[in-house]
T-cell receptor, first 112, second 115 residues
Framework: DQQVKQNSPSLSVQEGRISILNCDYT??????FLWYKKYPAEGPTFLIS?????DKNEDGRFTVFLNKSAKHLSLHIVPSQPGDSAVYFC???????????FGKGTKLSVKP | DTGVSQDPRHKITKRGQNVTFRCDPI?????LYWYRQTLGQGPEFLTY????????KSRLLSDRFSAERPKGSFSTLEIQRTEQGDSAMYLC?????????????FGQGTRLTVV
């Protein structure tokens, strides 16, 4: 039973436009949510996170929105750049020290 | 600070052989995690250490798998009697008490191929 779901395996966006990556979760006990980016043959790289007590966190071009009632979060990238092309993983955790539960990832392609 | 380091980067082994992977975490981090990633999937949690104590193990970690973190520094993950289903990317991550939640830093992984 997948507790973290990324239902879109891929997304293609034009350079300069907004990329929106979505993630749903089932476990209401999760209290931290994170986004990681992964290039081929590399480990995941942390992008941005949000605590369950917030509904928005912004860091430069990246913004994460959390809707707890819908058990849904999204990552917005504005403006999208070709270097953003990678696989993006949504992850969730119970507590600040626990292990991470990952979704299957969404492959983002940003076309020049 | 050179980040999380994993060795080897690639390992090809014959079915039935034992393999051991090493992870060197970021030096000030007290927590160390092992994950496994197969094609088309996200990383799946295997086990977790706080300092030298192994605090949690996933049901994915069969009795053929063992992990250690002597003296709370580097960690090793051993797989005995490897099977073809063990072929995957094995990822190590570490985190510290930064007050920034469960943000973990990953190594580049060890890709295991069992033939």
């Amino acid at each position: 039973d997948q507790q973290v779901k990324q239902n879109s395996p891929s997304l293609s966006v034009q350079e300069g436009r907004i990329s929106i990556l979505n993630c749903d979760y089932t476990n209401s006990m999760f209290d931290y949510f994170l986004w990681y980016k992964k290039y081929p043959a590399e480990g995941p790289t942390f992008l941005i996170s949000i605590s369950s007590i917030k509904d928005k966190n912004e860091d430069g071009r990246f913004t994460v929105f959390l809707n707890k009632s819908a058990k849904h979060l999204s990552l917005h990238i504005v403006p999208s750049q070709p270097g953003d092309s990678a696989v993006y993983f949504c992850a969730a955790s119970r507590g600040s020290q626990g292990n991470l539960i990952f979704g299957k990832g969404t492959k983002l392609s940003v076309k020049p | 600070d050179t980040g999380v380091s994993q060795d080897p980067r690639h390992k090809i082994t014959k079915r039935g052989q034992n393999v051991t992977f090493r992870c060197d975490p970021i030096s000030e981090h007290n927590r160390l995690y092992w994950y496994r990633q197969t094609l088309g999937q996200g990383p799946e949690f295997l086990t977790y250490f706080q300092n030298e104590a192994q605090l949690e193990k996933s049901r994915l970690l069969s009795d053929r798998f063992s992990a250690e973190r002597p003296k709370g520094s580097f960690s090793t993950l051993e797989i005995q009697r490897t099977e073809q289903g063990d072929s995957a990317m094995y990822l190590c991550a570490s985190s510290g008490d930064s007050g920034r939640g469960p943000r973990a830093f990953f190594g580049q992984g060890t890709r295991l191929t069992v033939v």
